[in-house]
């Protein structure tokens, strides 16, 4: 047991950041579960369309960057996506190798939708929106900096 005039012990499970990221986002993942599956999307798919709805006809590799993913691990998501009637991708003209991603009328009009969404997370997380934006900024921060160190 830690006194004050003791060490503290790093390696406890409530001292890891690591685990409390983990931990935060397994209950915000749990929180936006059944709100997506009104929508018909995953987790992943809703981050896909939230790119899309922001701007449509994206390169794939460019959402895949926005993710902070893999291009090719994004794959399978868009696929899916498309199969529900989402969105469509086609080859730029221009360059064959570029694919582009562009929402239907069905993704378009799902946003609407959404919109319900952020305010049912808001709610649930239950803390001033000025704090969500501070804690927001510093986890991107975060994330930067372990970029840039890695």
């Known amino acids: 047991m830690a006194t004050e005039h003791s060490p503290i012990n790093y390696l ?13 986002s397994l209950a915000m993942t749990k929180l ?25 006809g994206l390169a794939l590799k460019d959402i895949a960057e926005q993710l902070h993913i893999d291009s090719g691990a994004l794959t399978p998501v868009i696929k899916r996506l498309e199969a529900q009637g989402l969105l ?7 360059n064959e190798r570029t694919l582009e991603i562009g929402l239907t009328p069905a993704g378009r009009a799902l946003r609407e939708q959404a919109q319900a969404v952020p305010l ?15 804690l927001r900024e510093q986890l991107q921060q975060l994330r930067k900096n372990l970029i840039h160190n890695t």
């Open 88 to 94: 469509q991708r086609q080859r730029q003209a221009d």
């Open 12 to 24: 406890q499970l409530d001292k890891q950041l690591c685990f409390a990221l983990y931990s935060t």
């Open 120 to 134: 049912a997370v808001g709610v649930a997380c239950a803390t001033p929106e000025a704090e969500i934006h501070a």
């Open 32 to 56: 936006y579960k059944p709100l997506l599956e009104k929508l018909g999307l995953t987790y992943p798919q809703y981050l896909v369309m939230l790119i899309l709805w922001e701007g449509d």
